[in-house]
């Protein structure tokens, strides 16, 4: 059964490194001069894509998202609007999504944070014979509401990897930082740690933070540690968690001495991984995220192309000590 998935994972994969090979093949190839240089209007394929996700460019996560996005655009020679709400605010991401369906785009993608929220929305745009691919959160309900294809991870089996790793470091009382308590993906993530710990003879307890108050987060994370001397590992969930949680680790002189990991990177985290003050951060891989919903749309619009798989899994992978230095290299040209 391993084989088989793998040799499924494997399939895919070498299906989708051909389609976009077929994709990018059409202009020719640009010189050293052009390089860099914009698709001239004529050369642009006539296809307008809009992206909405619930994480701003801004955000360190979101931002390589967001250079995905761009590259794939230009890549793929179309027009792609990307849009979130300034804060994560469903009400404002659901009337995001019903404006770039009444503005009629060509194909649509979205994330998909909290279904019950956003889910008339994204049936409407199928309904509306708008394509509609749907990344990183949301893997678990894509299929439900019409989507063509979900890009991303299972968050639920990467919390669970994260676990295992945790526990096999010798972890056995966890804080699980939440920092978007109600965004499903972040719940499953916490799930899937606190499972993992609990069927090695762990245990976990899930700490809500403020995303938008890094210095409240930072207080309740140290609260936390000071009010129960027998936890010796946190998890967060993203780099907006990881710098409040380093910081008060940092603070309270336990860095090193209770163990810490996150998921995604940021230069910080990538850091203390490589300084081996952090052992390991779930990478998915965001870049991926953002660039392949364009090729796949633009070859659905243009050729009637599909993938077979209904989640294309961009993860998890682990960036650890070993393998921390090469990858701040690329972190550094904005691709992780």
Not at 78 to 101: C, G, H, N, R, S
Request: charged share 15%.
């Amino acid at each position: 059964m391993k084989q088989s998935k793998l040799f499924a994972a494997a399939l895919t994969l070498m299906v989708l490194v051909a389609l976009i090979i077929v994709a990018c093949a059409a202009p020719p190839a640009p010189t050293a001069a052009t390089q860099e240089a914009a698709p001239a209007a004529a050369d642009m394929r006539p296809y307008r894509f809009v992206v909405v996700s619930h994480g701003q460019a801004a955000d360190p996560f979101w931002s390589v998202v967001k250079n995905g996005v761009d590259a794939a655009a230009r890549d793929m020679r179309v027009t792609v609007e990307y849009q979130a709400p300034q804060t994560f605010d469903m009400v404002a991401m659901k009337q995001l999504i019903d404006a770039a369906v009444a503005s009629r785009p060509d194909g649509l993608v979205v994330s998909i944070p909290d279904p019950d929220a956003l889910g008339d929305s994204i049936r409407a745009a199928v309904a509306a014979g708008i394509p509609v691919i749907s990344m990183n959160s949301g893997s678990d309900v894509a299929k439900e509401l019409g989507v063509l294809n979900h890009v991303g991870q299972t968050e639920y089996e990467a919390g669970y990897g994260g676990g295992e790793r945790m526990a096999a470091a010798g972890a056995k009382k966890a804080i699980c930082v939440n920092q978007e308590v109600g965004n499903v993906a972040l719940d499953l993530r916490c799930q899937g740690f606190t499972d993992a710990m609990a069927a090695a003879g762990g245990s976990v307890s899930v700490l809500a933070v403020e995303l938008a108050d890094p210095v409240d987060a930072q207080q309740r994370i140290t609260a936390a540690l000071q009010g129960d001397p027998e936890v010796d590992s946190v998890l967060t969930l993203g780099p907006t968690g990881a710098a409040p949680a380093m910081a008060a680790l940092e603070a309270m002189g336990k860095m090193g001495e209770i163990k810490l990991a996150t998921f995604d990177l940021s230069p910080e985290v990538l850091a203390a991984i490589r300084d081996g003050k952090m052992l390991f951060a779930i990478d998915q891989q965001q870049y991926l995220q953002g660039y392949m919903p364009i090729v796949m749309l633009t070859l659905f619009k243009e050729n009637l192309n599909t993938i077979a798989n209904p989640v294309i899994m961009t993860g998890p992978g682990f960036v650890t000590q070993e393998n921390a230095a090469q990858v701040i290299d690329l972190a550094a040209a904005g691709t992780r």
